[in-house]
């Protein structure tokens, strides 16, 4: 396929914010994509190079990309600087240049998306001396053989910043509708077909000109005796396969739109919507199974339902992680899981997703991202603690001090997870323990569907525990409100965050944050700070502040003190809350100096503050940071000085979890 006509897509996907239009168009292109291009076509569409399991990444910063537009199209590295500031995008100031550019000159090959992905592959494997250079080539070289909007996009892409809003549940629905059957129940045939709506209904059937179509004998009946010559025609254009509905549920092939039908038509809705949900079902289930919606499209193509339901999980291709629900009380957890729940100590460390096949262990984070270099400690536990030859398990691993026998704070251990050099001097600084919660593979059985007790019985019989090294989480199963207080006080006793609460017979949803699995954990008293700086926005946010810094108030000089910046709780849109356009119109008219994209701002804004947890940190005045900092709201009612001191942050530092 030439970049071109995908390009059009991208355009087309742009133009609107509708997910049903999204939904036809990404179908759209992915029926019109040879088998050969699915794969990529599919991660491209996404604004993604590679599948989120693989490790490679094409990781190109703003600074090279202005040198390989530079290198591309002869401009100086100064003048697109200056254009970016303007605009905030420089995939748009790529296509302006390589407009400029073009008009000189008079021929352009074809630009084929195996091009352009083959070069987001050497970029992604270039490494060491020199490899910043020869990316800049291959960027470049994309960017010269490149229509201007084609460069706009491939800019975007190799910024992963594409923008077309097509996110997995579009991606999931559209491979549904691309080479699956649409299904028809009698009531969406003819809620069409009712008085003066004729022409609706002919014309609907007349998109179906040419198609096969699987349909129930009542219903051909029904349409037959609602309007003759419309049927007529349609039965004439078509390929009518009539089948009994039994034959219609059993059978997966049917909906395979390359070798079954196109269209099937059943009497009654509730079966219609049975038959639609379980063909997306399938295409969510095979993803949840393969974590590469490449994969997927190939096999529903290839295969359709049967091709999806064959795939198989494989150790080293990390899957999803499960997410969790919130809920403020106990009895509120025991609503959402069901009773009797399995309660365990919420361990407040991060989360390890860790493949073992034979002496070969890797740890993935919950982003998925490969750490097995920084935990060497870890990979060791696993091969002598873990019986399984293939096994795919999870667990919380937490910096473990065994002395006092107390866990370290979060923070700590996050200072492993970067780690490039004196890895080894930093894992006896820092040990930890992993404390294993849940396994989702073993020796070539998948265990997504299998309960989660069982899931437990089964982990617990291939670990043999190595204490404060690799223990399995401590549990619970109560139906009892006071006995799951009580487990709950122990857990923030000991250095924990808090609980979770999990379905006993819930299987293993990957990606999805479905209620199996339940954190309970204490509120947070929120903090009212100060806004004393921000950065200008880029992007989607360019034009706006964006970034707040946070300061509290030294009650003895009265000076402010820095302990963060914050993103999360401030609206795009003007709707309800507060939005980065009201907070820039009245910050900006306070900036008191500028440097780069970073402003100070006179302090005079106060805002409430939700956070996860305080830290202590070099990195501000004040000397501590905050965990996720959160907006609630603008404190209107509250000028500087009403602003928490930082004693009241010591305060609450002190009263976190018993540290
Ligand atoms: P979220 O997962 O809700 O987006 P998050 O990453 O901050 O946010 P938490 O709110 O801390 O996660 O709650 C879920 C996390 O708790 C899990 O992802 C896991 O890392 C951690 N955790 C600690 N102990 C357990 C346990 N026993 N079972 C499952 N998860 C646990």
Redesign the pocket.
Known sequence: MEYSLLVEYYKRLEETSLKTEKTSIVSELLAGTAPRDIEVIAQLVMGRAFPLWSEEVVGIASNLMIKAISKADGVKEDEIIAKWKDCGDLGNVAEEFAKKKSQRLLFQKALPVSKVYSNLQRIASLEGRRSQEKKLLLIAELLSLASPVDARFIVRTVLSDLRVGVAEGIMRDAIAKAFFADVYWKATLFQKNGKGKKKRFEKMLSGMKGKTVIAEDKVMDALRSSDGKIIEGFERDNTIIVKDILEIKKTGSFFQKNLGAEYVFVDDADIGNKLKKRIVGAVEEAYEVANDYGIVARLALDAGEMGLSGLKMEVMRPIK?M??K?VETVDEAFSVVGTPAAL?????G??MQIHKKGGDVRIYT?RLENVTEQFPDVVSYVRDGISAKECIVEG?TVGFDAKSGKYMAFQKISRRIRRKYDIKKMADEIPVVV?L??ISYLDGKMLLKMPFLQRRLTLCSIVREIPDKLVV?KQKITDDARLAEEFYAESLSVGN?GV?FKNIEAPYKPGSRVGY?I?LKPIMETLDLVIVGAEWGRGKRSGWLSSFVLACRDEETGSFLTMGKMGTGIKEKQDAGVSFDELTKVLSKHILREKKNAVDVAPFMVVEVAY?EIQKSQNYSSGYALRFPRLIKVREDRGADGADCLSRVEELFGRQRGR
């Open positions: 992680v997410l969790a919130k365990e100590y919420k361990y407040d991060f989360r919950r919380e404390n919660f849940d989480a965050e979770m699995m954190k996860e």
